[in-house]
Every structure is written in structure tokens, then in C-alpha cells.
């Protein structure tokens, strides 16, 4: 089985843009769930995504949003960029609630 | 509320050497307990798990852990390391209460010399 990918591999931005990164999670997984690590707050969990519906929310601001669509593929959208939203975004799937999660190789967003 | 402690953030360790990595969590409600390695520009890899049953669990690479529930401790360990298992190494806690995301410790930088 292929593995988590997520597109693109590297970003980067401006102060004010917008970005939307992609995660395709593994055939057969219907939950994704994206984090975000940077080096002084490590690795924090920003949202999780199962059958098309947000099942739980982290403690980030409104700027960031996501989606699933009904391949199970996820999106998350980043508006208004920050210096601080200089980050690796990681996905991971999993095939149910509290079941193993599988992360992708991370997209790695720098703002200017 | 959950968290979890990695107490070492740094570890070297000459090869062919024993290495224990610490992880302890605090947590109200059940959890499963895991160990994530990360190499450089790379995701996150599991390297072992612990969901139920025998407190001691093997993993990938010759990485073993053990679940000690009175010392919420689920400490990292390898018998003998190797030069490639130079990387950053993550406690994690999922907890049983239908909240389907992982909490993280800080993570352990493991070093391995020559």
C-alpha cells in the first residue's frame, strides 16, 4: 500500500497570503488529521477530519481551515499568513477513531 | 487534560551502546501510549505502540517499551544502537474518549557516536 502523501513538499509565502496544502491519506483510511510542528511549540494537533465531517479542533485561530472531500483526500487552508505559520504541516491517516495513525513526509511552509 | 513529559531533550550515546529514552504523561482518562522517530525533513515514522495487554512491546528496529501504569511511564529502550538510529524520537498519548488526536512530548534528541 502506498503511504500518506502530501503536496506540495516545500512553500513559500508571503505575510498576508493564502496557502492550501494537500494530503492524500492511505487507500482504505477515512480519518486524516493534521498537526503542525515548529521548534518552540513542537508538535501540535490542529484538527481531524473523518467521512467529510470535522470530528475535533485544536487550539488554533480561524485562519486555519480544512476540508475532506468524499475520496477522504484533505485539504487545509492557511489565510492571511503570519511569520509564526512558518512551519512543517504533518497529515496522517488512520483507518477509524483511536486507531494507529500514519503521518506523510510534512509540507514545509515558510513565510516571509 | 492530558500531557506528556520527555525528560531528556538531548541524548548521546557512543554505538553498540544501551539507550533509554523517558516518557512519562499525565492524563485523566485511558490512553494508548506511542513512540514516533522522526529523521531529518521526514515525517514521522511509528515505531511502537502499546494499546492493551502486555506491558512490554516490541517495536521496529529492535526498539522495545514497557508500559508501567502506576508510574505513567512508557519508557524507550534499545539494547544496542546503531549510527542510523541518530534522530529525534516522540512520546505520544492518544486518549479513549472518542477524541481521536495524539499529544506529544517534546521529543529526544538521540545522538549516536561513533
Known amino acids: 500500500k502506498a503511504g500518506v502523501t502530501q503536496t506540495p513538499r516545500y512553500l513559500i509565502k508571503t505575510r498576508g497570503q493564502q496557502v492550501t496544502l494537500s494530503c492524500s491519506p492511505i487507500?482504505?483510511?477515512?480519518?486524516v488529521s493534521w498537526y503542525q510542528q515548529t521548534p518552540g511549540q513542537g508538535l501540535q494537533f490542529l484538527f481531524e477530519y473523518f467521512s467529510e465531517t470535522q470530528r475535533n479542533k485544536g487550539n488554533f485561530p480561524g485562519r486555519f481551515s480544512g476540508r475532506q472531500f468524499s475520496n477522504s483526500r484533505s485539504e487545509m487552508n492557511v489565510s492571511t499568513l503570519e511569520l509564526g505559520d512558518s512551519a512543517l504541516y504533518l497529515c496522517?491517516?488512520?483507518?477509524?477513531?483511536?486507531?494507529?495513525?500514519?503521518f506523510g513526509p510534512g509540507t514545509r511552509l515558510t513565510v516571509l | 487534560a492530558q500531557s506528556v513529559t520527555q525528560l531528556d531533550s538531548q541524548v548521546p550515546v557512543f554505538e553498540e551502546a544501551p539507550v533509554e529514552l523517558r516518557c512519562n504523561y499525565s492524563s485523566s482518562v485511558s490512553v494508548y501510549l506511542f513512540w514516533y522517530v522522526q529523521y531529518p525533513n521526514q515525517g514521522l515514522q511509528l515505531l511502537l505502540k502499546y494499546l492493551s495487554g502486555s506491558t512490554l512491546v516490541k517495536g521496529i528496529n529492535g526498539f522495545e517499551a514497557e508500559f508501567n501504569k502506576s508510574q505513567t511511564s512508557f519508557h524507550l529502550r534499545k539494547p544496542s544502537v546503531h549510527i542510523s538510529d541518530t534522530a529525534e524520537y516522540f512520546c505520544?498519548?492518544?486518549?479513549?474518549?472518542?477524541?481521536?488526536?495524539?499529544?506529544f512530548g517534546t521529543g529526544t534528541r538521540l545522538t549516536v557516536i561513533p
Open positions: 505520544a498519548v492518544m486518549t479513549l474518549n472518542g477524541a481521536n488526536n495524539l499529544f
Open positions: 487507500s482504505g483510511h477515512r480519518s
Open positions: 496522517a491517516s488512520s483507518s477509524g477513531p483511536t486507531d494507529t495513525q500514519y
